[in-house]
């Protein structure tokens, strides 16, 4: 049974920082096809950072430069570091793993039916 299990959501100023855990068990996280989703309310899923099946970092351009994906192999987690945030950073933040076929580039590795696993999510709330 695969099992994703994000941590790390917390309410934060914005210009504050966190950071995101999701550790999985079950499957092995490779160097590709994993990723990082938000949704607000009122709002459809969107991909934060994902990297692709060909093991590229894929970045959505509102966090470009400010949030980071990185992966502890030892520990089968990725994290999300987010810095310098603004409230509109406010959403459950998602992780997900392994696409169903694979998939290259932003415009398809940002869609969310492309991943098979998920999380249950961790809450973000930034106030100003």
């Known amino acids: 049974q695969v099992v994703l299990v994000e941590s790390g959501g917390d309410s934060a100023q914005a210009g504050g920082s966190l950071r995101l855990s999701c550790a999985a068990s079950?499957?092995?996280?490779?160097?590709?096809?994993m990723g990082w989703f938000r949704q607000a309310p009122g709002k459809e899923r969107e991909g934060v950072i994902v990297v692709d099946s060909g093991g590229t970092t894929r970045v959505n351009i509102p966090v470009e430069g400010r949030f980071t994906i990185s992966q502890d192999n030892h520990k089968n987690t990725i994290y999300l570091q987010m810095s310098s945030l603004k409230s509109e950073d406010t959403a459950m933040y998602y992780c997900?793993?392994?696409?169903?076929?694979?998939?290259?580039?932003?415009?398809?590795?940002?869609?969310?039916?492309?991943?098979?696993?998920w999380g249950k999510g961790t809450q973000v709330t930034v106030s100003s």
């Open positions: 997900a793993a392994v696409c169903s076929t694979p998939q290259y580039g932003w415009w398809t590795v940002k869609e969310p039916g492309k991943f098979r696993y």
């Open positions: 079950g499957i092995t996280l490779g160097s590709g096809c």
